[in-house]
């Protein structure tokens, strides 16, 4: 935080805590009392100004909110930047050091892995709560892109066993239809290889291990 800011924030901060601790002795009347001037204040002024002054307050706030608005934008467009070029560099970084990290010594794989833990750590520490939650987010975003983007016959890849032994085993064919794990399936390996490659659908026969076993 700048110096200028700090003290400012520090006068903001005194100021609140006087006015709280004025605020914890005052009496019923008293709180009432305020709080009657408080809401008839923005009625007194309201009534009195004219049209010109009611158009010219009401601009003054919208730009005062736009130009808040366009500052989070520029800050939150910073931030992206600057993700950006880290993610660019360490993408470039992996590539150069693939070579080496083949032929380290175990030790030398603990020695980095602690320096880069350090360093996260202390990059981590210094981000503001927007830039947090912007890593996060976009941490969620490309872990749900990347889990969207799999490959569908990876996910469907799988070992099938039902009491010891696996559906192919059990002399099922290419293409046969049976019922594994509460759901239908078309069996797709081959006979007598123990591991068998799957798909749901929908208009496989209803059998039972006990019919296929």
């Known amino acids: 935080m700048p110096p200028k800011r700090r003290k400012l924030f520090g006068r903001r901060t005194a100021a609140a805590s006087a006015t709280r601790a004025a605020r914890a002795t005052e009496t019923t009347e008293q709180t009432s009392l305020r709080l009657s001037q408080i809401a008839s204040r923005p009625a007194a ?3 009195t100004e004219s049209t010109a002054e009611r158009t010219e307050r009401l601009a003054s706030v919208a730009s005062v909110m736009s130009s808040r608005r366009a500052r989070l934008s520029t800050e939150e467009r910073l931030v992206q930047n600057s993700q950006d070029t880290i993610r ?8 150069a050091t693939a070579p080496s990290r083949v032929s380290e010594r175990p ?5 980095r892995r602690l320096r880069n833990a350090s360093a996260t750590a202390s990059v ?27 490959s569908l016959r990876v996910r469907r890849t799988t070992m099938a066993k039902s009491q010891g032994q696996t559906l192919s085993v059990a002399g099922l064919h290419l293409g046969e239809q049976c019922f594994a794990h509460g ?8 006979v007598g290889s123990k ?3 799957y798909s749901p659908t929908n208009k496989a026969k209803n059998i039972t291990y006990a019919e296929v076993l």
């Not at 660019?88 to 590539?95: I, K």
């Not at 981000?127 to 490309?142: C, G």
């Open 107 to 111: 030790q030398q794989t603990a020695i």
């Open 88 to 95: 660019v560099s360490r993408a470039r970084a992996s590539v």
């Open 195 to 197: 591991k068998i490659v």
């Open 45 to 47: 002024r309201i009534s």
């Open 124 to 150: 981590r520490a210094l981000e503001s709560p927007v830039q947090t939650a912007n890593r996060r987010l976009r941490n969620s975003r490309s872990i749900a892109s990347a889990r969207a983007s799999e």
């Open 183 to 190: 759901q239908l399936y078309v069996g797709c390996s081959r």
